[in-house]
């Protein structure tokens, strides 16, 4: 059995930016685990540009901004393993492994961070009706199999769900010379960045079908055609407006969901809104030593807050390694009114030098609505913001002085507010 | 005299913005909250650019298709043409960030660099 002061598992951005934080910090001896064959994450096959705007202050593609941290990594001579996926975890930090070149490891580690990242959400979560062929595939599969294999899917789709990894997909697929026939969502609005729907779906005259779903499929070995029809408001079909579309591949790009199977073996407390642990300021769970970051914590939607929040939870294992984190009076954070979930759930304040950024989603499109955080009965912070919608997360700064001003109270709220 | 309707992408508002157009020229925007709408729209009406990501063949490389950009935006109506003109060309590994692979692209006066790095693989 080996022995580590860290380990990290998981080596794509949340996992690498939380290896060089707790170098920088002075840890020496620790483990990146990281089952794919390179490092990097879900960013290796996220050619498009985008990324790094606020970390790097310029843009890059996702294999370029992975590289930055690739390259970090070896210069500050952190130790890594790829191939190498692990398959238990207990509460005590003992970690199993399995690797190509080692066959079984057992590590026992003195504090872990969990940076597992998340995974799309399969057609069996959704429960579409009809065939089982051929030709369906979540998008970030897809973008796998186009990215990095230089094999194409199908020729003629249909994608279902307008997230972000769907539309970029509806361009890349144009781009490769496929016909995308429509995106078709759900809801009334978009799940990606306008953005996106101006340089993905306009730029090439892609429809996106709001409201709408698909109610059939069509196919006997590989998928021949989709139904879509649009729904009411209570989000069921209009099945007398159904229409038929002849395809060959429908994409899914319908959510993430944190990957927390190794967490729960560890007895980590999950929240059954974000799908992701419960955790303190220093992104630490309720497993005493067991950090989160990254989308295995919550889904973000851009790389540079993956990074910051690691930066955090690195900082937080070192100072816990070193026995300097305090963890008694802590406060819970509730989202209320408006707001979805907000990370981090609990705070100790005798943690915080200075700031604390809390995170949230809220739960619908708020136009000129105040942002509002309540310690108790108390409101501190009162913001008015142009819009907030779901999926863009929104952040907010409480300072060391409003929680010195509310040293007695027991809870935190972040209330979204007409006026 | 044309119109036009725009989305702007300057932030998550995304105004939707009416744009008239006289002789290829901007002569009024409405539907915008503040002025990057209006800069937005007469450089979408006037001159709208993009930078092209996408994939260039790699013989023994993995990944097996070499990732790549070009180095500043060009105008949106020549990236298809890009893309083809991208398509002839066969890379050998090993590649790296950074290597050019065209000097200028359809008459760009742009270059396309590759945005990751492929190993030599035995195969
Ligand atoms: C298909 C897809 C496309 C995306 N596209 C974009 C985009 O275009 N722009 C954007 O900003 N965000 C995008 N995202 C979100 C993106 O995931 C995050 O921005 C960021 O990559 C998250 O970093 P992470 O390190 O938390 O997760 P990941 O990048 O997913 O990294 C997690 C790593 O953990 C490893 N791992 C998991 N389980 C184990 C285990 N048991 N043992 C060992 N290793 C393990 C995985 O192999 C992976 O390398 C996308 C997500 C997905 C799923
Ligand atoms: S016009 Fe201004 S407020 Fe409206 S989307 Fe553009 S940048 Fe945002």
Redesign the pocket.
């Known amino acids: 059995m080996q022995e580590f002061d860290l380990v990290i598992?998981?080596?794509?951005?949340?996992?690498?930016?939380a290896a060089v934080a707790a170098k920088e910090q002075g840890i020496e001896n620790l483990l990146i685990?990281?089952?794919?064959n390179?490092?990097?994450?879900?960013?290796?096959?996220?050619i498009?540009n985008?990324?790094g705007l606020q970390v790097f202050k310029e843009e890059l593609t996702?294999p370029e901004y992975?590289d930055r941290f690739i390259n970090l990594v070896k210069e500050k001579k952190i130790r890594y393993k790829t191939n190498?996926?692990?398959?238990d975890l207990s509460k005590d930090k003992l970690i199993t492994?399995v690797s190509k070149t080692d066959g079984i490891l057992t590590i026992q580690a003195k504090a872990i961070i969990l940076?597992?990242?998340?995974?799309?959400r399969p057609r069996g979560a959704l429960n579409i009706p009809g065939a089982r062929c051929a030709g369906i595939f979540?998008?970030?599969?897809a973008?796998?199999f186009v990215n990095i294999e230089g094999m194409m899917p199908g020729k003629n789709l249909v994608i279902l769900g307008s997230g972000?990894?769907g539309l970029?997909m509806a361009r890349r697929m144009t781009l490769e010379g496929a016909h995308v026939n429509a995106v078709v969502e759900l809801m009334p609005y978009s799940a990606g960045l306008t953005r996106n729907i101006v340089q993905c779906l306009d730029d090439y005259e892609i429809p996106l079908k709001l409201s709408h779903t698909v109610t059939n499929i069509v196919g006997k070995d590989r998928l021949e055609g989709v139904y879509i029809a649009p729904v009411d408001e209570n989000r069921k079909p209009i099945l007398a407006e159904e229409e038929y579309i002849p395809c060959d591949t429908l994409l899914l790009s319908v959510g993430?969901l944190p990957?927390n199977?190794?967490s729960k073996k560890a007895s980590v407390k999950l929240s059954p809104i974000t799908g992701g642990a419960e955790v303190d300021e220093g992104r630490e769970t309720n497993v005493d030593g067991i950090f989160a970051?990254?989308?295995?914590?919550h889904?973000?939607?851009?790389?540079?807050?993956?990074t910051e929040e690691?930066y955090i939870a690195g900082k937080a294992a070192v100072k816990y390694l070193k026995g300097l984190r305090i963890q008694s009076d802590r406060i819970e954070v509730k989202a209320k009114d408006g707001a979805r979930y907000v990370v981090p759930k609990y705070i100790n304040p005798r943690n915080i030098e200075k700031s604390l950024d809390l995170s949230f989603r809220v739960k619908d499109i708020y136009k000129d609505h105040y942002l509002s955080v309540y310690f108790d009965d108390s409101r501190a912070i009162h913001h008015k913001r142009k819009i907030m919608a779901p999926g863009e997360m929104q952040t907010v700064k409480i300072t060391s002085e409003m929680l010195n001003a509310h040293s007695l109270c027991s809870e935190i709220s972040i209330v979204i507010e007409k006026e | 005299m044309e119109q036009r309707a725009l989305i702007c992408i300057g932030c998550p508002m995304g105004c939707r913005l009416e744009v008239t157009i006289e002789n290829s020229q901007v002569v009024d925007v409405t539907g915008q909250s503040c002025k990057i709408g209006n800069t937005y729209a007469v450089k979408e009406c006037t001159n709208p650019t993009r930078i092209l990501t996408t994939t260039v063949e790699v013989e023994n490389g993995y990944p097996e298709v070499a990732s790549v950009k070009t180095e500043r935006d060009i105008p949106k109506g020549k990236l298809l043409e890009c893309v083809k003109e991208l398509k002839k060309i066969k890379l050998t590994a090993p590649v790296h960030i950074g290597d050019i692979v065209l000097e200028d692209i359809a008459n760009t006066g742009v270059r396309v660099v590759v945005t990751t790095n492929c190993d030599l693989v035995d195969k």
């Open positions: 598992i998981g080596g794509g951005p949340a996992g690498l930016a685990l990281e089952r794919e390179k490092l990097g994450g879900i960013l290796n096959q996220c498009h985008g990324f996702g992975a190498t996926m692990v398959i492994a940076a597992m990242g998340c995974r799309e979540t998008a970030g599969t973008q796998k972000d990894i970029i993430l990957e199977e190794l970051c990254g989308n295995v914590l889904v973000h939607d851009l790389v540079d807050n993956v690691s």
